[in-house]
């Protein structure tokens, strides 16, 4: 138990000063992964991989008259 707080912060507000250096801390990293993120995408690298999941998307999608599923009577 404290009696004065003199001594330093008490403990709520170390909890308060804790939470804010989080939120802080949320902000900056979120800030950073959106750069990352846009500078990926201009990269030669980034132009390839949405290129190829375009691809995959085109691939992966049935054609218009065919069934999706084919039974063979034999």
Request: one cysteine or more.
């Amino acid at each position: 138990m404290r009696l004065c707080s003199c001594f330093g912060p008490s403990k709520a507000e170390r909890r308060e000063a804790d939470r804010f250096e989080a939120e802080e801390a949320r902000a900056r990293a979120a800030e950073a992964a959106q750069k990352r993120q846009e500078q990926f995408e201009k990269s030669a690298a980034g132009r390839a991989a949405r290129a190829q999941i375009a691809a995959t998307k085109k691939s992966s999608e049935p054609s218009k008259g065919e069934p999706v599923l084919k039974w063979q009577m034999g």
